[in-house]
């Protein structure tokens, strides 16, 4: 009786050791792959291969690509979609000729980018970029009015690239044209490839060569130097904090915080500037129907409309004036902006960068964003509607529900062991 009794507390113990190990393998399994998987989708670049008639490599792309595509979506009003080339593309329609060559990515509902090459004796180089997306996607272009698939073509600065050399440019490389704006970085590409495999050795753009030297002297000698070479990397700029009040008295009615970027067209470079808090002179108006913040700075003035229509609000429009200390002022408006949408009474917020392309000659980039251009009270901040982007932090919620989950069984288990356990035991002792 004894002896049986120690030989089934043994069994017992062992059944649970092994029902913990299952367990255990089973939680880490679930949320390495949910990591795994969020790993994956965070990290987009895409990476294809196109072979040619004879089943030779022929083209290579490593690459990633963010796209801003403004589209209406009523009479004068518009919205801007953000979206990034996917991993998993197609390569149906690429062509490897001699002379000329064809990378053509399809992807979602529709949608294509397609890369034009050509080459001379020792070099070859990108004529254009075409990029075709179909408004009918309504997943993508949400209430867009239009169901016409649309086309542009960028004309990238990718030239005199030795021949069975790859390209290399970890820069940002930002094409607007029309309503679209594509940023390409850390690209990989090879055309032409020799002998069927990728070359060992790169043609890097001069963007990559310049960023890496060129920063500690600039910020000394932005104000002083007129004539210096486009700055390649700005720093961040400074978020300020803006509100205005209806008068001396009172606490804010409209507030604000942003660090703002202006990305402006000269001839055919794009300069940049960021607006300097310290240096910005606030104005601006609240009303029932629609709100004004004004900055203006030595360079900049800015002047935000928000609407509010009823229940929400949004920012309607924009007008940007830019002053360079050489070069001409350019001046941009956009009267039927829709975004930065929340319910009045909240405020709307994006930490990440945001791209907000006013006109093909002005683009706005905004960091760690948060407005609030009507009900304010006491002077704070109401709840906050985020933008999509910052809800990539999402990514944490399956994880978190897999380790829940595993937990709650471990409970379950554990108590009805115990239970089982003590069960026994009171049979036994009577
Ligand atoms: C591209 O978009 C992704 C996600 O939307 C973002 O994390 C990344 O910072 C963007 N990169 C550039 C260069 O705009
Ligand atoms: C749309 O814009 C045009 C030109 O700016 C204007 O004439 C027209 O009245 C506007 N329509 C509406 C409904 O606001
Ligand atoms: C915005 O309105 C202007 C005229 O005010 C018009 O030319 C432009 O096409 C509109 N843009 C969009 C995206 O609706
Ligand atoms: C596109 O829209 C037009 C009218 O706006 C309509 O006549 C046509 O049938 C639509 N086509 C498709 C494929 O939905
Ligand atoms: C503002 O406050 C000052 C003193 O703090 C007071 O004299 C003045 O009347 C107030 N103005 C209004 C409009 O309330
Ligand atoms: C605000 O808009 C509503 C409806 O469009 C209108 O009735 C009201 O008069 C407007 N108020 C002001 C102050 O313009
Ligand atoms: C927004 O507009 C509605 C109606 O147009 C108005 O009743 C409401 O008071 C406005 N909200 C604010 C905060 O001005
Ligand atoms: C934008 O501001 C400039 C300068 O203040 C002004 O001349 C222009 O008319 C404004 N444009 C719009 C559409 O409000």
Aim: hydrophobic share 40%.
């Amino acid at each position: 009786m004894h002896i049986w009794k120690v030989a089934e507390v043994e069994r017992c113990f062992r059944v649970k050791c092994f029902g913990y190990q299952i367990i255990m393998f089973w939680c880490a399994f679930v949320v390495f792959f949910l990591a795994l998987g969020n790993e994956l989708h965070l990290s987009h670049a895409t990476e294809v291969s196109v072979n040619n008639t004879e089943n030779k490599l022929c083209l290579y792309a490593n690459l990633m690509v963010n796209f801003s595509v403004t589209y209406e979506v009523g009479v004068n009003k518009s919205e801007t979609v953000l979206f990034v080339l996917p991993e998993n593309v197609t390569t149906e329609g690429s062509i490897c000729n001699n002379t000329t060559s064809t990378l053509k990515l399809g992807f979602g509902d529709g949608h294509s980018w397609a890369v034009e090459f050509t080459k001379d004796n020792k070099t070859y180089q990108v004529d254009s970029i075409v990029f075709t997306y179909n408004l009918n996607d309504s997943r993508v272009f949400t209430n867009s009015t239009s169901n016409e698939t649309k086309s542009v073509t960028a004309k990238p600065r990718i030239t005199n690239v030795g021949v069975d050399t790859y390209y290399s440019c970890k820069s940002e490389n930002v094409q607007r044209v029309e309503s679209v704006t594509q940023t390409l970085y850390d690209v990989t590409l090879q055309a032409f490839v020799t002998n069927g495999s990728k070359s060992d050795t790169d043609t890097v753009c001069t963007a990559d060569l310049t960023s890496t030297t060129v920063a500690p002297t600039t910020t000394v000698t932005t104000t002083a130097a007129p004539t210096s070479t486009p700055t390649p990397t700005l720093p961040t700029p400074t978020t300020g904090n803006y509100s205005i009040a209806p008068d001396f008295n009172s606490t804010a009615c409209l507030m604000a915080t942003f660090g703002l970027r202006i990305g402006f067209k000269q001839g055919d470079k794009v300069e940049t500037i960021n607006l300097v808090p310290s240096a910005t002179e606030v104005g601006g108006a609240c009303g029932v129907n629609s709100s004004i913040l004004i900055l203006t700075s030595d360079t900049i003035t800015i002047m935000f409309t928000f609407s509010n229509d009823s229940k929400k609000f949004h920012l309607h429009a924009l007008n940007v004036t830019v002053k360079p200390a050489t070069g001409v002022a350019v001046v941009a408006a956009n009267t039927n902006m829709s975004i930065w949408v929340a319910a009045v009474g909240s405020s709307y917020m994006c930490n990440r960068e945001q791209t907000l392309t006013v006109t093909e000659t002005l683009t706005l980039y905004t960091f760690k964003l948060r407005v609030q251009p009507f009900g304010v009270e006491k002077g704070e901040f109401a709840t906050a509607v985020e933008c999509f982007m910052d809800s990539d932090l999402s990514f944490l919620v399956p994880i978190a529900v897999g380790v829940a989950l595993c937990f709650l069984i471990i409970l379950v288990l554990i108590s009805y062991l115990i239970g089982r356990r003590k069960s026994r035991t009171g049979y036994q002792s009577v």
